[in-house]
């Protein structure tokens, strides 16, 4: 384990946060590819995109992600992961608008959440044909998808997906651990999710908030891989803004480099994830 390579993700717009909650988050497609380039050169293999209108609407917009992947791709060689979460209360075609991207700014990846989860006062809303639906759309555009799991259950229904045929194993996996109404961010409950999953399979954890940056420790010491962005958490310490995402990549590099792990970068990521190499 010490030595093995750690995936470093970030996601640095997510759907929720605003510019009244922090200056430092992006919203246009210039903004975010700055960020994710930022964070690229920090460490980070992998970008988990969403993206906005001018205002910071949460949108799903193909043309606002293809933009975005023009530029980070005109600069750096990075994964790039499509968000098909979005937004509370989004439907189920406005979430897959990003799956329907041409060749030249196709995605490498694309998230799929498998149940519905509390959110806050909101509920993220997962019905299993709609989950189907996006598993499908996912497969039919050559995209690998990744698990974002919310609670423990999630993992069995990604379990019904593979027996139908929809996704294949042994995955990769996201542990998004401590949205309120979710699976709380503690390692015993990392400790039961690993063990549920396919063997060799490859999972990262985000929690949220202050528990971000342990459970990136908790993550590292268990041979996992990590996610940190302001999607997930403003603060780099108590009551300290990160400057940007590629402030929480700098700290989670850090981190994983204290417990042994080597930084992968996006080509060896590629490798791990049983990704087509590029380039
Ligand atoms: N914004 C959340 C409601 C994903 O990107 O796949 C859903 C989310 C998950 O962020
Ligand atoms: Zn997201």
Redesign the pocket.
């Known amino acids: 384990m010490a030595d093995s390579p750690m995936i470093i993700t970030t ?1 640095v717009c ?2 929720e946060v605003m510019r009244k909650d922090t200056p430092h988050i992006p919203y246009t497609p210039q903004e975010i590819a700055l960020e994710a380039i930022r964070c690229a050169d920090a460490g980070a293999a992998m970008i ?3 993206v906005r209108l001018p205002d910071g609407t949460p949108s799903q917009l193909a043309d606002l992600f293809g933009e975005t992947i023009r530029l980070v791709r005109a600069e750096r060689d990075v994964i790039l992961q499509v ?1 098909t ?2 937004a509370v209360g989004m439907s189920g075609k406005e979430r897959s608008d990003p799956l329907t991207l041409p060749p030249e700014v196709k995605p490498e990846m694309a ?1 799929l959440t498998t149940g519905s989860v509390n959110f806050g006062d909101a509920v993220f809303l997962n019905p299993r044909p709609l989950v189907r639906d996006i598993a499908q759309r996912i497969r039919s555009a050559g995209l690998k998808p990744e698990f ?1 799991i919310f609670d423990a259950g999630m993992i069995d229904e990604a379990k019904y997906l593979n027996r139908e045929g929809l996704v294949h194993f042994p995955g990769h996996w996201d542990f ?1 651990l401590g949205v309120p109404g979710g699976l709380g961010a503690r390692e015993d409950a990392l400790d039961y999710l690993v063990g549920q999953l396919p063997e060799k399979a490859t999972w990262s954890c985000a929690a949220m908030g202050r528990f971000e940056l342990p459970m990136v420790e908790a993550a590292a010491a268990r041979g996992g891989h990590a996610r940190v962005g302001l ?1 997930d958490n403003l603060y780099l310490s108590k009551g300290v803004l990160a400057k940007g995402s590629w402030e929480l990549v700098e700290r989670a590099v850090q981190i994983a480099k204290a417990k042994g792990r080597t930084i992968a970068p996006p080509k060896q990521a590629r490798y791990l994830l049983g990704l087509p190499a590029r380039g």
């Open positions: 996601a997510g759907a988990h995109l969403h968000s979460g979005g998230t974002e998004v999607e």
